[in-house]
């Protein structure tokens, strides 16, 4: 059974820095795509970053391009998003998430088979 555990949220003041990591277990996590999704009170949940299974792919929201990195260690089964210039409307929760196939497209949410239990992030002004 796959298990993704989301960490790293918290508290920041807009301009800061937070690093989260999302930890895989349960299959082959070299062989799969992973993405982060976010969603705030009121919204849909929207696309935020994901990689490829090899890591040699990234892929950005327009609204964070620049400020945040998504990157993957497939020894440690972890994927990670520094998030750096932080803004309120970064506020959100979090979701790490794992694609259905090797070449799943990580930036479509209907690609994705798992999902972590959500991280929360807020930015104050």
């Known amino acids: 059974q796959v298990q993704l555990v989301e960490s790293g949220g918290g508290l920041v003041q807009a301009g800061g820095s937070l690093r989260l990591s999302c930890a895989a277990s349960?299959?082959?996590?070299?062989?799969?795509?992973m993405g982060w999704f976010r969603q705030s009170p009121g919204k849909e949940r929207e696309f935020v970053a994901a990689i490829s299974w090899s890591g040699g792919n990234t892929y950005y929201a327009d609204s964070v391009k620049g400020r945040f990195t998504i990157s993957r260690d497939n020894v440690k089964n972890t994927v990670l998003l520094q998030m750096n210039s932080l803004k309120p409307e970064d506020t959100a929760v979090y979701y790490c998430a794992e694609g259905q196939h090797p070449y799943s497209d990580p930036r479509r949410s209907e690609e994705m088979s798992y999902w972590g239990q959500g991280t929360q992030v807020t930015v104050s002004s």
């Open positions: 349960g299959r082959t996590f070299s062989t799969y795509p």
